[in-house]
């Protein structure tokens, strides 16, 4: 009798401590315990945001430049959040996510307000996006975006251009180089010019040249690792009357036309991996 209570006693224990770490690993794994494809429709996510993993293949983009969930990572310029409802969730348990957004100190009130909702948006969901890391970047006076040479890889997606507009592109590179281990690896994803488009013609259109974008990228001091065209889009003949901003999800030409930029889609993008040499 003894021996029958000691092992229904001895299996109830068992049992318990099984569901118990069950429960918690449920728990404490959130997000990071699943995959990029599971977290990139996740319920913290709105329709239109989900809606626009069509047009941006996160998946196939994030494989491209060898992201994984242990790693130190920097998103730069973030804005509206987009990338990082995937990242910062993909990061959270097992690495580092920095996201490097614009500065309180900005003069101009729009980035003042992405960061304040951006900020805002973090702060709602603690379990997601509690162990995020925000840093202030705005060359040369702001540039520390994460550890000195200790992020494993910083990645950028469609904001170019918008350095460019300032003058400042490659004070950009040069800080992510900087924040970059030997061995890092820079993604950007960016809108796609032809390579015989001018500076000015980029500035105004939004799309930049292959050529442009690896030149300041090379001045700062990165290699060529890989280009890929996961974010190609034939049917952008990139002569829109807006711009890149003619397309969704902007439709800045409001319902001008709005069936045939739909069915467009978003633009045509080029996917590069850059490297810090060892």
Do not use: C
């Amino acid at each position: 009798m003894t021996r029958l209570k000691t092992t229904s006693l001895i299996a109830f224990i068992s049992f318990s401590l099984l569901s118990w770490f069950g429960v918690s690993a449920d728990h404490h794994g959130g997000a990071s315990l699943l995959t990029i494809e599971e977290v990139m429709t996740g319920n913290h996510r709105s329709p239109q945001n989900i809606a626009r993993n069509e047009f941006r293949h996160p998946i196939e983009t994030l494989e491209f430049f060898g992201l994984t969930p242990d790693m130190t990572l920097i998103e730069i310029g973030p804005s509206g959040a987009w990338y990082t409802e995937i990242l910062a969730p993909y990061m959270r348990d097992h690495g580092r996510y920095y996201g490097a957004h614009f500065s309180p100190n900005s003069g101009n009130d729009f980035q003042r307000r992405s960061l304040e909702n951006f900020e805002a948006m973090l702060a709602g969901d603690a379990e997601l996006y509690g162990k995020a890391i925000v840093r202030h970047l705005l060359p040369p006076n702001e540039t520390a975006i994460g550890p000195q040479e200790g992020a494993d890889m910083a990645l950028t997606f469609r904001n170019v251009h918008n350095w460019m507009g300032l003058g400042l592109d490659q004070e950009f590179f040069a800080t992510f180089y900087a924040a970059l281990k030997p061995g890092g690896i820079l993604g950007v994803v960016e809108h796609r010019a032809p390579d015989s488009a001018t500076f000015q013609e980029m500035i105004d259109s939004g799309y930049v040249s292959e050529a442009h974008v690896k030149q300041v990228a090379l001045a700062a001091g990165f290699e060529t690792v890989a280009a890929s065209e996961i974010n190609a889009n034939a049917n952008d003949t990139k002569d829109h009357p807006e711009g890149v901003w003619t397309l969704p999800p902007s439709y800045r030409m409001g319902e001008t036309d709005r069936a045939k930029y739909t069915s467009i889609g978003e633009s045509d993008r080029m996917t590069l991996k850059f490297r810090k040499p060892l």
